[in-house]
């Protein structure tokens, strides 16, 4: 059974379509280490797994780390992006359903979309702000406003500064 758990060797350029394929190895690597009994396996014990399970030129960017968690959080960063709360948000409000896309397809690729975006509880102000701002960017005529605010990280991007770099850029 440990040998169908063993994950395939981690050999994927960084770049745009990395993250998914990086979680989904490393979820894989997780439940087989999950799976050993000897306590040998401790940190040290992962990091040498760690390594005989990535390419040479994966191997190249954690060669230096000394933890299995120095590994895979530069590993983390090699593969996963910051997100961008705003372009995320706005993305998910502005899909619209494709011809000949099933309304589950369409449900499902709105679910997908939506876990790029960052909810967190807010109160209802707060909420109303944020929609404000997300049908200000979306309904905004410039094209080229709207792709200057949506660069905006979502800690600068509250409806008021939108709003006056929206002004300034007119």
Same mark, same amino acid.
């Given at each position: 059974m440990e040998g169908l758990l063993k994950p395939t060797l981690l050999d994927i350029e960084p770049g745009v379509a990395? @993250?998914? *394929?990086?979680?989904?190895?490393k979820k894989t690597f997780d439940n087989?280490? &999950?799976?050993?009994?000897?306590?040998?396996?401790?940190? @040290?014990?992962? !990091?040498? $797994? !760690?390594t005989n399970c990535v390419s040479s030129s994966i191997y190249a960017y954690i060669? &230096?780390?000394?933890?299995? $968690?120095? $590994?895979?959080?530069?590993?983390e960063k090699l593969f996963v992006k910051p997100r961008n709360e705003l372009y995320a948000r706005h993305q998910l409000s502005s899909r619209n359903q494709?011809?000949?896309e099933t309304i589950d397809q369409f449900l499902n690729s709105l679910e997908i979309l939506a876990k790029e975006c960052t909810f967190t509880a807010v109160d209802e102000a707060s909420y109303r702000k944020e929609a404000i701002r997300d049908s200000f960017i979306?309904? !905004?005529?410039?094209?080229?406003?709207?792709? *200057?605010? !949506? @660069?905006e990280t979502a800690e600068s991007a509250t409806l008021d500064a939108l709003t006056n770099k929206a002004r300034t850029l007119r």
């Open positions: 990395s @993250e998914n *394929r990086w979680r989904h190895w087989f280490t &999950s799976h050993f009994t000897d306590p040998a396996l401790n940190d @040290e014990g992962k !990091l040498k $797994a !760690l060669s &230096s780390d000394t933890t299995f $968690a120095q $590994a895979t959080a530069t590993l494709k011809d000949g979306r309904g !905004l005529a410039s094209g080229d406003i709207r792709q *200057r605010l !949506l @660069e």
